[in-house]
């Protein structure tokens, strides 16, 4: 068990992030990512503003990020945030879609409307492994940041946050 989560614990939020226990409904999506598969237009993968707000934090300790999401149990069924280029991905794997912070508007930007994540780190991919794609290519992700510990491997451990994922099916024009 989660040292920071009760059981039945109803407080929607834990220090500021979505409390994955509690029932209260999530946030809608901040920012949608940029399609990366051929021949599709509609975004498979968005983030919530927790999400948002937790990446903000995370790029100016570890630079420009990615995110893998593997099929395997436990953790490894968790979207890991990796530096970019730590986790090697390649023909095994399927580039979902790419967020571009840029794009995005939160709590945490400025008031001067400049962004705080440098232009060299505001684009993050998602990947997802071609064998959960087969399992997972008629849903939509949405990554959502939680109180809560996750795997050691992702960088947003030591922050007491993990991320997780929330799905539902696409649309059926879209898959």
Same mark, same amino acid.
């Given at each position: 068990?989660?040292?920071?989560? *009760?059981?039945?614990?109803?407080?929607?939020?834990?220090?500021?992030?979505?409390?994955?226990?509690?029932?209260?409904?999530?946030?809608?999506?901040?920012?949608? /990512? &940029?399609?990366?598969?051929?021949?599709?237009?509609?975004?498979?993968?968005?983030?919530?503003? /927790?999400?948002?707000?937790? @990446?903000? &934090?995370?790029?100016?300790?570890?630079?420009? @990020?990615?995110?893998?999401?593997?099929?395997?149990?436990? %953790?490894?069924? $968790?979207?890991?945030?990796?530096?970019?280029?730590?986790?090697?991905?390649?023909?095994?794997?399927?580039?979902?879609?790419?967020?571009?912070? $840029?794009?995005?508007?939160?709590?945490? /930007?400025?008031?001067?409307?400049?962004?705080?994540?440098?232009? %060299?780190?505001?684009?993050?991919?998602?990947?997802?492994?071609?064998?959960?794609? =087969?399992?997972? +290519?008629?849903?939509? @992700?949405?990554?959502?940041?939680?109180?809560? &510990?996750?795997?050691?491997?992702?960088?947003?451990?030591? =922050?007491? +946050?993990?991320? *997780?994922? &929330?799905?539902?099916?696409?649309?059926? %024009?879209?898959?």
């Amino acid at each position: 068990m989660e040292p920071d989560v *009760l059981p039945n614990d109803s407080a929607a939020e834990r220090d500021g992030f979505p409390n994955e226990n509690a029932s209260a409904p999530t946030s809608a999506a901040a920012l949608d /990512a &940029r399609p990366e598969i051929s021949g599709e237009t509609d975004s498979r993968v968005a983030m919530t503003p /927790a999400a948002l707000t937790l @990446l903000r &934090r995370l790029i100016p300790i570890h630079g420009p @990020l990615m995110f893998h999401q593997s099929g395997g149990c436990c %953790d490894g069924s $968790s979207p890991m945030c990796y530096p970019a280029g730590d986790f090697k991905t390649g023909g095994s794997d399927v580039l979902l879609g790419t967020f571009d912070l $840029s794009a995005a508007a939160d709590a945490d /930007a400025p008031a001067d409307g400049t962004d705080p994540v440098a232009a %060299d780190a505001a684009e993050i991919a998602f990947w997802m492994s071609a064998a959960q794609f =087969e399992y997972w +290519k008629h849903t939509h @992700l949405t990554l959502d940041a939680v109180a809560g &510990r996750g795997s050691g491997f992702s960088v947003e451990a030591p =922050e007491g +946050k993990r991320f *997780l994922i &929330r799905s539902r099916l696409l649309a059926q %024009d879209a898959a």
